[in-house]
């Protein structure tokens, strides 16, 4: 069974400074894995996704993660932080697509 | 593309009652997922449909709980009897099946359930 776990449920940071969301995740076979931004009250959308090839990926907002099988990590950074970057995040494993498992979320907040 | 729809968007109803939810997934995806999501928690899978055939169904999903896709387009969500632990944001996301790769799914707004 594939699974996700967020370390850290609450980060604050500095607007500007660098933003690190970590992601670990536990699969028998190579995953597909996503990370996913939420606002109050909205369904989520998509910041980027591993699926083969490349190990460091870009996403919207300047958001990149790299996957990093020997570590079983996908950790999320962005290099400065700006206060639209406040939200909640959630990093996604599937195998084949038929479910996708969710971690239980990081709360970003960015101080002024 | 107007993305996922769900309605209605919110859904205020006594205990006991029925409610039902419907999704409009993006045209031509042929994978349809419900999942719930309660306060501070990630999505919770409830179950998908790959076009009509419902695939999957999680725990989760009571005997309360009903969902359809006829035809393969959009899809309801029904929970009969409806308990106060039912209170919660249910969420559809479709994605499309694809040969060579598997792809992200495509959430809607959702639909914030509260049970009084």
């Known amino acids: 069974a594939q699974s996700v776990t967020q370390l850290g449920s609450h980060v604050s940071v500095s607007e500007g400074a660098l933003v690190l969301l970590r992601c670990n995740y536990s699969?028998?076979?190579?995953?597909?894995l996503f990370w996913y931004v939420q606002y109050p009250n909205q369904g989520l959308q998509l910041l980027l996704k591993y699926t083969t090839g490349a190990t460091l990926v870009k996403g919207i907002n300047g958001f990149e993660a790299e996957f990093k099988k020997s570590e079983t990590s996908f950790h999320l950074t962005k290099p400065s932080a700006h206060m639209s970057d406040a939200a909640e995040y959630f990093c996604a494993v599937t195998l084949v697509g038929d479910q996708f498992y969710f971690g239980t979320g990081t709360s970003l907040t960015v101080i002024p | 593309d107007t993305g996922v729809s769900q309605d209605p968007r919110h859904k205020i109803t006594k205990r006991g009652q029925n409610v039902t939810f419907r999704c409009d997934p993006i045209s031509e995806h042929n994978r349809l997922y419900w999942y719930r999501q309660t306060l501070g928690q990630g999505p919770e899978f409830l179950t998908y449909?790959?076009?009509?055939?419902?695939?999957?169904k999680s725990r989760l999903l009571s005997d309360r709980f009903s969902a359809e896709r006829p035809k393969g387009s959009f899809s309801t969500l029904e929970i009969q009897r409806t308990e106060q632990g039912d209170s919660a944001m249910y969420l559809c996301a479709s994605s499309p099946r694809t040969v060579k790769e598997t792809t992200e799914a495509f959430f809607g707004q959702g639909t914030r359930l509260t049970v009084v």
């Open positions: 699969s028998s076979v190579p995953p597909y």
């Open positions: 449909f790959q076009n009509e055939a419902q695939l999957e």
